[in-house]
């Protein structure tokens, strides 16, 4: 186990080296919570343009998707396990290279950002695949991205991405199959 946190350390450390002053305003954007607004109307668009009115039934399973994700990456995970962010270990503060010295809560495993972003690509991949099958690699590499991002930025460890991103999957299945049985149930009582 030791030589697992030595190298989730090691990956980092590399990672967060990879610093420079343009990509650190890149990753910043890629980080941020509002960043992404224009993404979630398109894909909020897009949702509305292929379902009509049952766009609000699909946006209610995505609030609770990500209430969901968000909710168990904390209560869970951080709250259980109080895994210190990369950026609140004493020993290596001084070695990472913070972006704008911002750090984030103090416990970082499993990483938010991970679940939820996860989360919510599962769903659409779902929900548009057979429409437009390019939707797997650009979901995939926008939540990749994101992800990267906060390693980037030394506020989570690449097993805390990788622990939310996995977390986030399984929000996403299992809210997808409560909304296809929500489907088989409306069907049953109005087919």
Known sequence: MEWLLDADTKLLLLINGWHHPWTDMVMLFVSGRFSWIPLYALMAYFIVRRYGWDTIRILLFIAVLISLSDQLSVH??????????????????????LVNGRCGGKFGFVSSHAANSFALITFIIFLFYRQWKPIIPVSLTWAALVNYSRIYMGVHYPSDSLAGAILGILCGLLVWGLYKAWDKWICRQNC
């Open 76 to 97: 869970m995970f951080k709250l259980v396990f109080q895994r210190l962010r990369p950026c609140h270990e004493p020993d290596l503060r001084p070695l990472l290279h």
